[in-house]
């Protein structure tokens, strides 16, 4: 128990999470400023803030977020000079806006598996994959099946036996 000069007391708070030390303003800040900017699509409409939130594959978060970490390293590296500029166009900071879109791309990934943690599949099936994309651009899924990807070993027979595993002696 913590007791204050007022006389006020609370409960300890140890084991607490803090989020006011482990969170920046100036990060949170700089990433608002980010995720502000990108709501505006190619039609002009903005998206709303919350647009991510409705679901995007996983496959395509670790897609993009690779991407934007390569311009990352390149820059830490000393590589990615074009980095160290700031845009003429916005007057954005190129290096800070690839670790926002980072920031963006783990915070979507952490989000999808924190919703549905049982159904996790990092690689969801093509059905998935393109369903899930046409819903983002306003489309209908694709309507994939079976008969349009036929297998390219049916009907070949092999007089072979099936060989067994491997045995590595670990």
């Known amino acids: 128990m913590r007791e204050f000069n007022t006389g006020a007391t609370r ?9 006011e030390g482990f ?10 400023q980010f995720m502000n900017k990108n709501r505006k699509q190619a039609d002009g409409k903005l998206r709303d803030s919350d647009n991510w939130q409705k679901g995007i594959p996983l496959v395509v978060y670790m897609k993009s977020m690779w ?3 390569m311009d990352v390293w ?12 700031v845009s003429t166009d916005d007057e954005i900071n190129l290096a800070e806006e690839a670790l926002c879109a ?8 952490l989000y999808e598996l924190l919703k549905q943690p049982e159904s996790y599949d990092p690689s969801p099936s093509y059905e998935d994959f393109t369903g899930n994309l046409a819903a983002l651009y306003g489309e209908p899924p694709l309507e994939a099946t079976t ?6 070993y049916e009907g070949i027979v092999s ?4 060989p067994p595993p491997p045995t590595h002696g670990w």
């Open 23 to 32: 969170l920046s303003p100036l990060v949170l800040e700089r990433y608002a």
């Open 159 to 162: 007089s072979e036996q099936t």
């Open 147 to 152: 008969e349009d990807y036929p297998d390219p």
């Open 74 to 85: 390149k820059y830490h590296r000393g590589n990615g000079k074009d980095l160290y500029t």
């Open 102 to 109: 980072v920031i963006f791309n783990a915070s979507g990934y």
């Open 67 to 69: 991407r934007h970490f």
């Open 11 to 19: 409960d300890t708070d140890q084991g607490k999470l803090d989020f």
